[in-house]
């Protein structure tokens, strides 16, 4: 019960600035929708300096972790999703 409630949202807010991007967090979860071959995916993640990633995809069955050293880049973690939703999540799709 507690696993599913933590990655249930609890908060939403939309970042400040010309993008204003929409976050969703559940209990120490960021939650996210990511587009996998042109479907919507929604995913839980934990995210570390220079693009560390470990990520729960429920749709795909798969718990993926990318380890990444982009440190000092502003781009590292959208490198680190192009690689989840490009590569690991597509392959998981088959």
Do not use: C
């Not at 839980?44 to 729960?56: K, S």
């Not at 380890?67 to 680190?80: G, Q, V």
């Amino acid at each position: 019960a507690w696993v599913q409630q933590s990655l249930d949202t609890h908060v939403a807010f939309t970042s400040p600035g010309p993008q204003g991007e929409s976050y969703e967090y559940g209990y120490l979860w960021w939650l996210k929708s990511l587009d996998v071959e042109g479907e919507l995916t929604k995913v839980a993640y934990m995210g570390g300096a220079g693009g560390n990633l470990v990520v729960i995809s429920p749709d795909h069955n798969a718990v993926v972790v990318v380890t990444s050293e982009n440190f000092n880049r502003r781009d590292a973690h959208a490198l680190s999703y192009r690689v989840l939703s490009d590569f690991a999540l597509a392959a998981a799709s088959i």
